[in-house]
C-alpha cells in the first residue's frame, strides 16, 4: 500500500488512473463479451449450452434449470446457524426495502383537477448472482428481496457454479426458477430469452468485468440495475484506530486482486500506521495482498478540507468516517459507515441496506441497489369540466408559446378559451 501525499503529481496521477472508468476492465473485453451476447441472442439454447460447457466448465447435459427439490434439499442440509444466519439477514434486508418503497398519492393542485402517481412493479427481474471465488448467498438476499418487496411476480435466479448456502437462500425466499449459468452468456439469456430461458425486464446484481460488460450492451434492451466494477473501500478518518481502519481496508480487498481500497487523512503518522497495519494483516491473503499492492493508496492531504473534498470527487463504493458529524460534508458515497464499531463487512450481510452498490464513480448520480429498481412511477391525471376550466387558459398561452396549436386545439375542445 503507497503512502503518498496528495500534493504530489504521482498521487494525482495513482488517483485518476483508479477513478478513470475508461480503464475499467469491462470496458477492454467489450469487443469479445459482444461476439458472446451476440450468439446467444442468435443461437438460443444450443449457443447457450456451448458457450457454458467451454467458459463455465459445466457438460452439455446438465440441465440449465435446477431442480426445485435440490434447493428444498440444499437448505435442509446447511447447518442449523447458517439458516437462522439467513434469516436474520433476509429480515433486516426486508424491513428495510418495506421503509423504502415509495407510496401511491392522490394531490388537488387546483379545483376540479386531481393527480398522483401509483407504484407499479415490473413484471419480471433476473439476478445475476457471481459463482467464482467465493460463493456469495448474500448476494441472492440483496438482488432478490428488494424484487419481492416491490411486488415482481417472476424472479429468477442464475449463478454457473452455485454454493449449497446459495441454493438453500434461494429456497428459502421461495425462489423456484434458478438457472446454472453465468457470465455475459448468462446475461444475454435473461436480456434476449431462449428456449429453456424465458427474458426478464431487468437484470441485476454485480459479477466480474464479462457481466458487466454484458450488461452494458443490453442495457437498450433489457433494462439493467448499474455498471459495477470491483469493489472501492474508502476510509476517511483524523482519529480512528489503525486496526480497525486496516481491518476493513483487508476484508473489502480480499473481494478481488483489482479491488480498490483508499485511506484519506491529514495525519501522516496516521497514514503511515494504516498501512503498515494494512500490509500486516493482508499477510497470506493473496488476493487482498495482490489488490492491496496494485490499487491500495494512504493519502495524506494538507487540510481537512482537501480531504473531504477528495472523498467526494472519488466517490467511493464504501466509506468509513469517524463521527455522525462526517454526514453533512459527504455527498459522494455509496454506502457510509459511521465510527470505529461499524465494520463495513457488516453491511454485507446483516445491516439490512443493499451490499450491491455503485463503483466507479457511479456514486455521483445514483445509490445502491434498492426496491426502487424494482418499481414504477407512473403518474395519472383527472380533470372535470370546471378542472379545465381552472387551467386549461394557462395551458393554452403556453401551446401558442411553443408554436403548438394543436396543443391548443386539443385544450379548447374540452372547453377551455
Known amino acids: 500500500m503507497r503512502v503518498l501525499r496528495t500534493s504530489v503529481p504521482a498521487a494525482r496521477a495513482a488517483i485518476a488512473a483508479l477513478t478513470d472508468r475508461r480503464n475499467a476492465a469491462y470496458e477492454r473485453i467489450l469487443p469479445r463479451a459482444r461476439r458472446i ?3 446467444v441472442r442468435r443461437g438460443g439454447d444450443p449457443a447457450l449450452l456451448r458457450l457454458r460447457a467451454r467458459l463455465d466448465g459445466i457438460p452439455s447435459q446438465v440441465p440449465l434449470r435446477i431442480p426445485e427439490v435440490e ?8 447447518p442449523a446457524e447458517t439458516r437462522a444466519a439467513l434469516r436474520t439477514a433476509a429480515r433486516n434486508i426486508r424491513a428495510f426495502a418495506a421503509r423504502q418503497l415509495p407510496r401511491s398519492f392522490d394531490v388537488k393542485p387546483a379545483p376540479g383537477v386531481t393527480t398522483g402517481q401509483r407504484v407499479l412493479p415490473i413484471a419480471s427481474a433476473g439476478c445475476y448472482i457471481p459463482g467464482g471465488r467465493y460463493p456469495l448467498p448474500s448476494t441472492l438476499l440483496m438482488t432478490v428481496i428488494p424484487a419481492q418487496v416491490a411486488g415482481v411476480q417472476r424472479i429468477v435466479a442464475v449463478s454457473p457454479h452455485p454454493a449449497k448456502e446459495t441454493l438453500a437462500a434461494a429456497a428459502m425466499l421461495g425462489v423456484t426458477e434458478f438457472y446454472r449459468v453465468g457470465g455475459a452468456h448468462a446475461i444475454a439469456a435473461l436480456a434476449y430469452g431462449t428456449a429453456s430461458i424465458p427474458c426478464v425486464d ?3 446484481g454485480p459479477g466480474n468485468a464479462w457481466v458487466t460488460a454484458a450488461k452494458k450492451l443490453v442495457a437498450f434492451d433489457a433494462s439493467i440495475d448499474m455498471l459495477a466494477g470491483p469493489t472501492e473501500v474508502l476510509v476517511a478518518s483524523e482519529a480512528g484506530d489503525p486496526a480497525a481502519i486496516a481491518a476493513d481496508l483487508v476484508a473489502q480487498a480480499e473481494h478481488d486482486p483489482d479491488a480498490i481500497a ?3 487523512t491529514t495525519r501522516a503518522e496516521l497514514a503511515k500506521s494504516v498501512a503498515a497495519e ?4 493482508a499477510a497470506g491473503n493473496k488476493i487482498a495482498t495482490a489488490a492491496l499492492r496494485k490499487n491500495g493508496l494512504a493519502l495524506i492531504a494538507p487540510s481537512v478540507a482537501e480531504a473531504r473534498d477528495l472523498v467526494n470527487r472519488i466517490a467511493p463504493e464504501h466509506l468509513s468516517v469517524d463521527d455522525a458529524e462526517d454526514l453533512a460534508w459527504i455527498r459522494n458515497a ?3 459507515f459511521i465510527g470505529r464499531w461499524s465494520a463495513q463487512p457488516l453491511g454485507d450481510y446483516v445491516s439490512g441496506p443493499n451490499h450491491t452498490l455503485p463503483t466507479n464513480g457511479l456514486a455521483r448520480t445514483r445509490g445502491g441497489l434498492s426496491v426502487l429498481d424494482f418499481v414504477r ?3 395519472v391525471q383527472e380533470y372535470t369540466k370546471s378542472g379545465v376550466r381552472q387551467l386549461g387558459a394557462a395551458a393554452i398561452r403556453l401551446s401558442n408559446a411553443e408554436g403548438l396549436a394543436g396543443h391548443a386545439a386539443a385544450i379548447r375542445e374540452r372547453g377551455a378559451k
Open 377 to 379: 412511477l407512473v403518474t
Open 71 to 78: 434447493l428444498r434439499l440444499a437448505l435442509e442440509s446447511i
Open 334 to 336: 455509496g454506502s457510509v
Open 262 to 264: 483508499i485511506f484519506v
Open 37 to 39: 451476447v451476440d450468439s
Open 278 to 281: 494494512t500490509r500486516s494483516r
Open 202 to 204: 431487468k437484470i441485476a
